[in-house]
């Protein structure tokens, strides 16, 4: 026998056209975009905010507490560590008792693709005697702006993010992973105390021939503190690969040994008010390592603060 189709799912069959609805998207419970205009970058970018249960239970109460401020997380590659960033955040605050904290995602330029943003936003400088291709046609790559877009979080994105949100300014961290912590590293030695703690995993120390080790020693001549506290974590394979030569090129780098190095150069200097932790995490690559090496950049910070 033939399935029998009633009347009423024929008039919704012919309605639609015949055609099966779209799924509606998935979202982020207690999540915002907003978007900003970087104006001295002349570029426009999006800020993902992942508010705490607490926050947005208040919001929705008026015999909560409305004037409580949270710590805030500033998050780069947020197309990725955006919603990885919340979810630990937030699991950790309901799971472990750990403190609420407020999330912000730094998005990827608009019209950009992540490659061509990121490779110039957070690297430090162009890269000598580079043969990079951009994957966006009819556009040359480009490199080293990361000082420059640290001024736009500094003096746009920190502003907007106070005026909107209850945020505590004052216990502000950044968290970054391989490019993303190159613009770490160059807030912590041209603007340390733009963040009061740094998560930074898996630095990509080899770029431009090591030029951060550079920009280290030059810091080094001009000053003797360096107001910052510094949580590195990287995978234990992030090693040379077996008959490499180890240098400061991409292909022969060894990122375990290169961080190891520049940590030590950071502490050999003994600089006033510099706290730095590095963990290397057996069995992780750097493909891998981001999640642990957050959750536990994350409880350095908020334990050392309780």
Request: net charge positive.
């Amino acid at each position: 026998m033939k399935p029998r189709v009633s009347a009423l799912a024929l008039v919704l069959c012919l309605a639609c056209g015949g055609a099966a609805a779209t799924p509606a998207s998935y979202q982020l419970d207690g999540t915002e975009v907003r978007d900003i205009h970087a104006r001295a970058l002349e570029r426009d970018y999006q800020l993902l905010v992942a508010l705490p249960e607490s926050y947005r239970n208040a919001n929705r109460s008026t015999n909560r507490n409305t004037t409580r401020r949270y710590p805030v997380l500033f998050v780069t590659d947020a197309n990725y560590a955006f919603p990885l960033v919340r979810s630990i955040a937030q699991r950790l605050a309901k799971h472990a008792g750990m403190e609420e904290v407020i999330v912000v995602g730094l998005s990827y330029a608009k019209g950009d693709s992540a490659v061509h943003s990121r490779r110039r936003d957070y690297t430090p400088s162009t890269p000598r005697g580079s043969s990079y291709r951009s994957d966006m046609p009819g556009r040359a790559p480009a490199f080293g702006e990361a000082g420059a877009y640290g001024r736009f979080i500094a003096d746009e994105v920190f502003p907007l993010v106070a005026a909107q949100y209850r945020a505590d300014m004052g216990r502000k961290a950044f968290v970054g992973h391989s490019y993303g912590s190159l613009l770490g590293l160059e807030l912590l030695l041209t603007r340390p105390a733009t963040f009061e703690h740094y998560i930074l995993g898996s630095p990509s120390l080899w770029f431009d021939r090591g030029v951060m080790f550079e920009r280290e020693q030059a810091y080094a001549r001009a000053r003797r503190d360096l107001p910052a506290s510094v949580y590195f974590g990287i995978g234990a394979r992030e090693t040379l690969a077996p008959g490499k030569r180890r240098s400061r090129l991409e292909e022969e780098a060894d990122m375990v040994a290169d961080l190891k190095e520049f940590d030590a150069a950071l502490n050999g200097r003994r600089y006033r008010g510099l706290q730095t932790r590095l963990e290397v995490f057996p069995g992780e690559d750097h493909a891998s390592v981001f999640p642990v090496l957050f959750t536990r950049g994350l409880r350095a910070w908020l334990d050392r603060a309780r």
